[in-house]
């Protein structure tokens, strides 16, 4: 079968740095993804790993191990901006998305 | 540039009664999605279109119904809303389905059926 998982809530201090993990299962991969969600708002893109390693974008880095099938979001000098879920998602062999429920990230001054 | 735009953001309804959900989006994608939100749950995939006159089911597809009779445009019917029906619903359009998979959402659509 097919499952993924994440935290439900973590807690950092702005200007730190925090690491969200999701770990999945699948028979079939085809890449995974987060996306960041603001209370209220609509999901936005944040990253794709379709090859193991780290892809780095400014502040966010997202990175993959298809072998462990697990991967991170790690988010440097916290802003209280980033205080949000994180979606993370993979696609599988039908190139549909199979999401996590979410990690709500609260930051403290 | 709009983007994907849902209407209405806000409902209320009575068990049994009907309505639509209209999702439209300006960036000539042809894929397009209908999901549903829950609290502790992942996005739900209800029902999805691959192109202007085709619609396939999701995961959650059991009291819905889509048509895609124009590409930018995608509803979402529900016949006889059920309680089980009050969620968040949240449209979506990519340009495909490859490697990129970057999905655009609009801002959801808050449903409660009483």
């Known amino acids: 079968g097919q499952n993924i998982d994440q935290p439900t809530e973590m807690t950092a201090t702005e200007g730190a740095i925090v690491q969200i993990n999701c770990t999945y299962q699948?028979?079939?991969?085809?890449?995974l993804f987060w996306y960041q969600q603001h209370a209220g708002e609509a999901p936005t893109f944040l990253s794709y790993n379709v090859l193991d390693g780290l892809e780095e974008k400014g502040r966010f880095s997202s990175f993959l191990s298809r072998s462990k099938g697990y991967s991170y979001l790690l988010l440097k000098e916290l802003q209280m901006k980033d205080s949000a879920s994180y979606l993370c998602?993979?696609?599988?062999?039908?190139?549909?998305?199979?999401w996590g429920a979410g990690t709500k990230l609260i930051i403290k001054p | 540039n709009a983007g994907v735009t849902q209407t209405p953001k806000f409902r209320v309804l009575k068990t049994g009664q009907s309505m639509t959900l209209l999702c439209a989006q300006d960036?000539?994608?042809?894929?397009m999605y209908w999901y549903r939100q829950d609290p502790g749950m992942g996005l739900r995939l209800i029902h999805y279109?691959?192109?202007?006159?085709?619609?396939a089911k999701g995961e959650v597809p059991d009291g819905y119904n889509v048509s895609r009779l124009k590409k930018q445009n995608f509803l979402l019917g529900l016949e006889s809303a059920a309680p089980s029906q009050t969620s968040v619903y949240f449209c979506?359009?990519?340009?495909?389905?490859?490697?990129?998979?970057?999905?655009?959402f609009g801002e959801g659509s808050r449903l409660t059926v009483l």
């Open positions: 998602a993979f696609q599988d062999s039908n190139y549909q998305l199979i």
């Open positions: 279109s691959v192109g202007e006159g085709t619609t």
């Open positions: 979506a359009s990519s340009l495909g389905t490859s490697e990129i998979g970057e999905l655009f």
């Open positions: 699948t028979s079939g991969f085809n890449g």
């Open positions: 960036m000539n994608h042809e894929y």
